[in-house]
Nanobody, 111 residues
Framework: VQLQASGGGLVQPGGSLRLSCVASGSTVRFTIMRWYRQAPGKEREWVAT???????NEADSVKGRFTVSRDNAKNTLYLHMNSLKPEDTAVYYC??????WGQGTLVTVSS
């Protein structure tokens, strides 16, 4: 199983980004998937979850600003990030089940 995350970059405060995580070797439709992030000097923290039944949950720090979704046809997980803040700066990781991690994509929110 491989997870390829992409979509990170430099964005100004208040801006938006969409992260993608393409899975190969497994089907995202039938597996719980999560996004995590790790800011410089901090521990990795959970951001959002989407279940096989499409129920979603987000951390309080991003609720109302970030949305997790999935495209089963493309076997891809997404994280839609709006109203970005400097404190959202981190490397973002996707996770499939409890065993597999993507390589991370860097999001920098700065003016």
């Amino acid at each position: 199983v491989q997870l390829q995350a992409s979509g990170g970059g430099l964005v100004q405060p208040g801006g938006s980004l969409r992260l993608s995580c393409v899975a190969s070797g497994s089907t995202v439709r039938f597996t719980i998937m999560r996004w995590y992030r790790q800011a410089p000097g901090k521990e990795r923290e959970w951001v959002a979850t989407i279940s096989p039944g499409d129920s979603t949950n987000e951390a309080d720090s991003v609720k109302g600003r970030f949305t997790v979704s999935r495209d089963n046809a493309k076997n891809t997980l997404y994280l839609h990030m709006n109203s970005l803040k400097p404190e959202d700066t981190a490397v973002y990781y996707c996770r499939l089940g409890t065993s597999y991690w993507g390589q991370g994509t860097l999001v920098t929110v700065s003016s």
